[in-house]
T-cell receptor, first 112, second 116 residues
Framework: GQGVEQPDNLMSVEGTFARVNCTYS??????LSWYQQREGHAPVFLSY????GLKDSGHFSTFLSRSNGYSYLLLTELQIKDSASYLC?????????????FGKGTHLHVLP | DAGVTQTPRHEVAEKGQTIILKCEPV?????LFWYRQTKIQGLELLSY????????DGGAFKDRFKAEMLNSSFSTLKIQPTEPKDSAVYLC??????????????FGPGTRLTVL
């Protein structure tokens, strides 16, 4: 079926890295976004990718493979404050316009 | 510039009541979205407006949920009648030109609805 899938939880250690995976299956793909959401707060935009390959934005990098319906968000030099949920969102073709489908989010726990 | 504002921040309703949630998008933004967020289902799209026209309506939410955008700076989401399963955080987001040239959505702080 169509949708966006992410693992529920991910754990990593301060100073190392974490890779948050996202797989999707949609009828018409027009880009994928990543959002960070801290507990009790609204999602905040991190990155958008529409072409295959790795997009390096410093602390956050994103990778996309359209043929595999796969993306990941890579966080390097992790800090405790990176503990949050990371949401993958795919822009898909809707009835009248593009629509967005969000994954349920991956909760990243950064341990000291 | 002010971000997206939502009122009220918290709402408690009895089953069967009608409630209206309000959203003011970022000034100048053309696109406005309403979402429902729960731990089980995650973020679900309820409605999407572009230049005040309804573009997408979350199919599963049509019967008791009605979003309106009477002017470019104000939108409402009415739930009528409310049911306990409607307990969730309702998020409003806006974007300058989301459908075409812009990918980012700016989210408001949300309204936490509890239906007893």
């Amino acid at each position: 079926g169509q949708g966006v899938e992410q693992p529920d939880n991910l754990m990593s250690v301060e100073g190392t890295f974490a890779r948050v995976n996202c797989t999707y299956s949609t009828s018409g793909f027009n880009g994928l976004s990543w959002y960070q959401q801290r507990e009790g707060h609204a999602p905040v935009f991190l990155s958008y990718v529409v072409l295959d390959g790795l997009k390096d934005s410093g602390h956050f990098s994103t990778f996309l493979s359209r043929s595999n319906g796969y993306s990941y968000l890579l966080l390097t030099e992790l800090q405790i404050k990176d503990s949050a949920s990371y949401l993958c969102a795919v822009r898909d073709r809707g009835t009248n316009a593009y629509k967005v489908i969000f994954g349920k989010g991956t909760h990243l726990h950064v341990l000291p | 510039d002010a971000g997206v504002t939502q009122t009220p921040r918290h709402e408690v309703a009895e089953k069967g009541q009608t409630i209206i949630l309000k959203c003011e998008p970022v000034s100048g933004h053309n696109d406005l979205f309403w979402y429902r967020q729960t731990k089980i289902q995650g973020l679900e799209l309820l409605s999407y407006f572009r230049s005040k026209s309804l573009m997408e309506d979350g199919g599963a939410f049509k019967d008791r949920f009605k979003a309106e955008m009477l002017n470019s700076s104000f939108s409402t989401l009415k739930i009528q009648p409310t049911e306990p399963k409607d307990s969730a955080v309702y998020l409003c987001a806006s974007s300058p030109d989301w459908g075409y040239n812009y990918a980012e959505q700016f989210f408001g702080p949300g309204t936490r609805l509890t239906v007893l």
